[in-house]
Antibody, heavy 120, light 112 residues
Framework: QVHLQESGPGLVKPSETLSLICTVS????????WAWIRQPAGKGLEWIGR???????NYSPSLKRRVTMSVDTSKKQFSLKLTSVTAADTAFYYC??????????????WGQGTLVTVSS | QSVLTQPPSASGTPGQRVTISCSGS????????FDWYQQLPGKAPKLLIY???QRPSGVPDRFSGSKSGTSASLAISGLHSEDEADYHC?????????????FGGGTKLTVL
């Protein structure tokens, strides 16, 4: 069974950098995409980006200037950095595994989520 | 920018059949498959339907999905009280660099 767990500060000051780590257990990271998805309280999901086990990345067009993702397969972790945060970045942040088969692509495993609040 | 549009709310009584729609804004997103996620209150989303109509292991066959053109639908038959949750559709836009994922705004299902 694959398990994902987010970790990182729950409070970040405006203009600073949000940093989160997702730790993966139960499967290899090598042949999958690993995603970050966020959800402001009471609102819909927003895809932030993804990183392949080899390190290649794709980011949301609306966030790409502020986002960096990295992966450390030896530690079975991948990370998110979001710079210059504002109150609009306050949200639950989820990490997830993106899988694919002959039918299509989908996010089959999710972390429990972590709330990050941007406030001074 | 591509958008997926869902109704903000839906409701039904136990035993009823309800459907939730997800409409793609353009053909660049509608040509791909759709996924559906169930989010119980205070929980993380859970994969419910993938590739338009495929159910992961463990998902009851009361849940079904379909696609027509650039839109998709989720149907829940024999509604249970525990089906009360938020439902999100998702697809990706391969007209944009990196094929970013797009999620609908979510539909809150109330079981009356």
């Amino acid at each position: 069974q694959v398990h994902l767990q987010e970790s990182g500060p729950g409070l970040v000051k405006p203009s600073e950098t949000l940093s989160l780590i997702c730790t993966v257990s139960g499967d290899s990271m090598t042949f999958y995409y690993w995603a970050w998805i966020r959800q402001p309280a009471g609102k819909g999901l927003e895809w932030i980006g993804r990183i392949y086990g080899s390190g290649s990345t794709n980011y949301s067009p609306s966030l790409k200037r502020r986002v960096t993702m990295s992966v450390d397969t030896s530690k079975k972790q991948f990370s998110l950095k979001l710079t210059s945060v504002t109150a609009a970045d306050t949200a639950f942040y989820y990490c997830a595994r993106e899988s694919y088969d002959s039918s299509g692509y989908y996010h089959d495993y999710w972390g429990q989520g972590t709330l990050v609040t941007v406030s001074s | 920018q591509s958008v997926l549009t869902q109704p903000p709310s839906a409701s039904g009584t136990p035993g009823q059949r309800v459907t939730i729609s997800c409409s793609g804004s353009n053909s660049s997103i509608g040509t791909n498959t759709f996924d559906w996620y169930q989010q119980l209150p205070g929980k993380a989303p859970k994969l419910l339907i993938y590739a338009n109509d495929q159910r992961p292991s463990g998902v009851p066959d009361r849940f079904s999905g379909s696609k027509s053109g650039t839109s998709a639908s989720l149907a829940i038959s024999g509604l249970h009280s525990e089906d009360e949750a938020d439902y999100h559709c998702a697809s990706w836009d391969d007209s944009l660099n990196g094929s970013p994922w797009v999620f609908g705004g979510g539909t809150k299902l109330t079981v009356l």
